[in-house]
């Protein structure tokens, strides 16, 4: 079984820092997906990743296959961005669901 | 579009009751459905999964049941719930196994609102 790393747990920053969370797994994978959880509870999906880099807008997720770690960075953050970041993995590239990291959780202050 | 939707939002429930939560999708053909549950203070966890009609995969021992009785249709149930059962229950979906091999076998999920769960 796929054991899931993120760190750190807890992270607080100013508007417009530079925002870096890591994450770890320990056995090879398919992909490895960034959610984004709001307060209310609702998840959305931010990347999808199986090698190299993706962005989108202010947001920059990449991944490392042979160290089996992703990092997900947010440039000039915003409040708007606080929220539960979460790395999950999916396997063997079928139906199998995703096994989730802890999350990070992000407050970015004005 | 697609679109899934789950209900009830929230739901406050005895012990011992039974359970019953209703997920569907709209604007896809056989699609993957999935159960997650996150307790208080811990991850996310898959409970079950499904690629077809009547087919239910799942991923950990406990008085929950899953149901796929339509294409586009997924239940979780419990008989009797217990304390332990709280928390904040999630459906997903994504794209068929059939696409997902046109695909390179990737793809991403697509969650539903959720429905909170508190067992009293």
């Known amino acids: 079984k796929n054991e899931v790393e993120q760190s750190p747990q807890n992270l607080t920053a100013q508007e417009g820092e530079f925002i870096t969370i890591n994450c770890s797994y320990s056995v090879g994978i398919s992909a490895l997906h960034w959610l984004q959880q709001h307060p209310g509870g609702g998840i959305v999906s931010l990347f999808m990743l199986s090698s190299g880099k993706k962005k989108h807008g202010r947001l920059i997720a990449t991944i490392n296959i042979q160290e089996k770690h992703s990092s997900l960075h947010i440039t000039a953050s915003h409040p708007r961005d606080s929220a539960v970041y979460i790395c999950?993995?999916?396997?063997?590239?079928?139906?199998?669901?995703?096994?989730f990291g802890k999350g990070t959780h992000l407050i970015i202050q004005p | 579009s697609q679109t899934i939707h789950q209900w009830p939002a929230t739901l406050v429930q005895p012990v011992g009751s039974p359970l019953s939560l209703e997920c569907t999708v709209e604007g896809t053909s056989n699609p993957n459905l999935y159960w997650y549950r996150q307790a208080a203070g811990r991850g996310l966890q898959l409970l079950f999964y499904?690629?077809?009609?009547?087919?239910i995969s799942s991923e950990v021992p406990q008085n929950l049941s899953a149901s796929r009785p339509q294409d586009r249709q997924f239940i979780l149930s419990s008989k009797k719930l217990l304390l332990s059962d709280s928390g904040f229950y999630l459906c997903a979906w994504s794209v068929g196994l059939r696409i997902l091999k046109q695909r390179g076998g990737l793809d991403t999920q697509y969650f539903g609102p959720g429905t909170r769960l508190t067992v009293l």
């Open positions: 999950a993995v999916t396997g063997g590239g079928g139906a199998d669901g995703l096994t």
């Open positions: 499904s690629v077809g009609i009547g087919q």
